[in-house]
């Protein structure tokens, strides 16, 4: 296979090596150009395949709306009725835990003054 190459005056140089990568290249090149004449001619003509709507098609996803507003209705009610009662239970309260004398040991004092925290 020959290939032109140009180089960077504008003459045309020609190059017979040729890679297997190459040679894939090119053909899926052809390949794809092929294709997409194929698809340009039948769109031209008549489509293949023309989807047609049911005239029930409004109507159901009317109703398939309805549906999820309603799961979403019962899904914000429950959800509540849990939360009340989880927050209502409260929380435990534990001990105090005994003054040990060697927690909270200041050595010196704090640059924003003398026990802040």
Not at 15 to 40: N, P, Y
Not at 58 to 63: I, L, P
């Amino acid at each position: 296979m020959i290939i032109f190459v140009f180089n960077g005056q504008g003459q045309r140089e020609e190059s017979r090596t040729t890679t297997r990568h190459q040679l894939e290249m090119a053909s899926a090149m052809i390949k794809s150009s092929f294709r997409s004449a194929l698809r340009v001619g039948a769109s031209r003509g008549t489509p293949a395949f023309k989807r047609t709507f049911a005239s029930s098609a409004h109507h159901d996803e009317a109703r398939e709306a309805a549906k999820w507003e309603k799961i979403t209705y019962v899904g914000i009610i429950t959800c509540t009725v849990l939360a009340i009662v989880n927050l209502s239970k409260g929380h435990p309260h534990h001990e105090e835990p005994p003054p040990y004398p060697y927690l909270h040991i200041r050595n010196k004092e704090f640059p924003w003054g003398f026990k802040m925290l």
